[in-house]
């Protein structure tokens, strides 16, 4: 069955550094999302993209954090300068496009444990 | 704004216990709503949906009604298993009238089910 997965499975960093963290999606999936999840608190939607570009983020998704799709199968998401409040694990999810406002499934990777130092 | 409220855990249950987890929302509109499941060391998998008021999604032997009046959305099964130790998310994805996939969880709560 396919799934969603998502490179490094834990990520330590120090203050200031950028980090990327990677996701394979669901290969004939167009849509890509990327949620996180702080220590006890809820689950966090960051952004979604298809078509190569942003189609909706959140407040949470500042300068500070990109996304790309640089080949036909990795998803990632940068942070350029992490700080201490962006320890979270973070998810990434993919689906198939929207047709007619029907809600298609979102198939969630196991997620990346981020520690910033 | 859209917000999810789920009981906090853990839940500990023996097996073939009733389980409720009790998931509240507030969303404009008629939002689409959600459980998920998340396995140990695995993504969170959809466990079941429903899109519309008084629709009961079902999947697994585990069941939740869609309440519109009390804004409601609870987890049931009837008889919980070892195997069903697992974090249930509880989820919506507004309902703007635009195009949007993007959902709202709640915190999570752990089920651990003791043989």
């Known amino acids: 069955e396919p799934e969603v997965t998502q490179t490094p499975s834990h990520q330590v960093t120090q203050m200031g550094q950028e980090v990327i963290l990677r996701c394979v999606p669901i290969s004939n999936h167009l849509y890509f999302y990327w949620y996180r999840q702080i220590l006890g608190q809820k689950v966090e939607f960051l952004v979604s993209?298809?078509?190569?570009?942003?189609?909706?983020k959140s407040e949470i998704f500042d300068d500070q954090f990109s996304v790309e799709r640089p080949d036909g199968s990795n998803f990632t998401l940068k942070i350029r300068s992490t700080k201490l409040e962006d320890s979270a694990m973070y998810f990434c999810?993919?689906?198939?496009?929207?047709?007619?406002?029907?809600?298609?499934?979102?198939?969630f990777g196991p997620g990346t444990r981020l520690t910033v130092l | 704004g859209n917000s999810v409220t789920q009981m906090e855990g853990p839940v500990t249950l023996s097996e073939e216990a009733f389980l409720t987890i009790n998931c509240t929302y507030t969303a404009t509109g008629y939002p689409s709503l959600f459980w998920y499941v998340q396995y140990p060391g695995e993504g969170l998998q959809l466990l079941l949906k429903?899109?519309?008021?008084?629709d009961k999604g079902s999947n697994k032997g585990f069941e939740a009604t869609y309440r519109k009046e009390t804004t409601s959305f609870h987890l049931e099964k009837g008889s919980v298993q070892v195997s069903d130790s697992a974090v249930y998310f509880c989820?919506?994805?507004?309902?703007?009238?635009?195009?949007?996939?993007?959902?709202?969880f709640g915190t999570g709560t752990l089920l651990a089910v003791q043989p």
């Open positions: 999810a993919s689906s198939e496009a929207l047709a007619g406002g029907q809600y298609n499934e979102q198939f």
């Open positions: 429903a899109t519309k008021a008084d």
């Open positions: 993209f298809y078509n190569n570009e942003i189609s909706e």
């Open positions: 989820a919506l994805r507004p309902n703007y009238g635009g195009a949007t996939n993007k959902l709202i």
